[in-house]
């Protein structure tokens, strides 16, 4: 049965090589050809799935999109062919694909809370550079069709700057990606730039000011909740981080909540509020991955993370995909009760 055309943004959230299952679930998405993709709002890792698949989407349609993906998480792989953050013997005949108990991330754990990154100087480079390089046609992409909107925060100010297509380079998203632990801060007309996590993960006003879209479906990568509470050194840091990670978000969401509560739906501007409709692709999967695994490059774990992600987002359509273009099915109302 063919379906009327739905159009929708895309709000993703970064988290190192975990954001292989959001590439699953935009691959999943992008096969129904009644979806069209307005906008995306990306961010770290998120950020470059948003570049990467309206690059590819510029240049082949949805079908160059999935290509695109296919192409990036591949050279990703690829990048970290020789990285010395690998799996232990034990872990891989044991199943896991935590590093935890890999040397090379233990040492550089300790060391990235004793050693700062500028300590490399000028040498200090990000081996995502090159595959960004490779993989997005930055040119094609300040002139394609669908609206991009890429936060990282500033150094100076704490404050999220949102980059939209005319402003997207390789540094902009290696600024959105970038770990004040691990890398130094990206510079961008003479400004200094940390990971746009702790300022958008990912920003959603702009998506419902500049999109004509009124369906906006989010695709999280850090668990909101966690059953147990962290007692290890390892585990209370991934927790906070987690927790740093979400809450703009969170509070994104509430303050959108409230709005729509309030919004006269007769104004122009409160019509935008009052219109929106918010989903979420399930994903319990992260909740059952260290952090540590972020790191973990092999092309056995991002096949994995596709597949899963796959299967969220067949689970997503099959229970909400006819409430796409209808009713909102992520319950964010709740949020404004929350003092």
């Not at 961010?43 to 990036?72: K, Q």
């Not at 007309?189 to 920003?203: C, F, L, Q, R, T």
């Not at 994995?304 to 964010?332: C, Q, V």
Request: charged letters at 20%; proline letters at 6%; one cysteine or more.
């Amino acid at each position: 049965m063919t379906r009327d055309p739905v159009l929708i943004d895309l709000a993703l959230q970064g988290g190192g090589s975990h954001g292989a299952f959001t590439w699953g679930v935009l691959d999943r998405l992008l096969e129904e050809e009644w979806i069209g993709i307005d906008g995306i709002s990306g961010t770290s890792a998120g950020a470059m799935n948003a570049a990467v698949l309206a690059d590819g989407w510029a240049a082949g349609g949805r079908e160059g999109a999935r290509e695109a993906l296919a192409g990036f998480w591949h050279r990703v792989s690829r990048a970290a062919a020789f990285s010395p953050f690998r799996r232990t013997p034990m872990d891989r005949l044991a199943g896991r694909w935590t590093l935890d108990y890999s040397p090379t991330y233990v040492a550089m754990d300790l060391a990235a809370r004793l050693v700062s990154p500028y300590i490399l100087g000028p040498y200090a480079t990000n081996p995502l550079t090159a595959v960004l390089e490779e993989s997005v046609d930055f040119e094609r992409l300040r002139g394609g069709p669908i609206r991009l909107f890429v936060t990282a925060t500033s150094v100076r100010t704490g404050r999220g700057r949102i980059f939209r297509n005319a402003d997207l380079t390789p540094q902009a998203l290696l600024a959105s990606a970038c770990l004040p632990t691990m890398f130094q801060a990206v510079e961008i007309d003479g400004e200094a730039y940390w990971d746009g996590g702790y300022s958008g993960n990912p920003s959603i006003t702009p998506l419902v000011r500049e999109c004509q879209s009124r369906d906006t479906v989010l695709v999280p990568i850090n668990p909101v909740e966690r059953p147990d509470t962290p007692t290890s050194a390892r585990e209370i840091l991934n927790r906070l981080n987690e927790i740093s990670f979400n809450s703009v978000l969170l509070k994104e969401l509430r303050m959108i909540a409230l709005l729509r509560q309030v919004a006269n739906p007769g104004e122009c501007e409160g019509a935008l509020w009052a219109q929106m409709r918010v989903h979420a692709v399930p994903n319990e999967l992260m909740a059952e991955l260290g952090s540590s695994s972020k790191l973990n490059a092999e092309w056995e774990f991002l096949s994995m993370l596709r597949d899963r992600g796959r299967e969220a987002a067949e689970r997503f359509l099959a229970a909400h995909g006819a409430d796409l273009g209808h009713r909102s099915t992520l319950p964010i109302d709740q949020l404004a009760d929350e003092i």
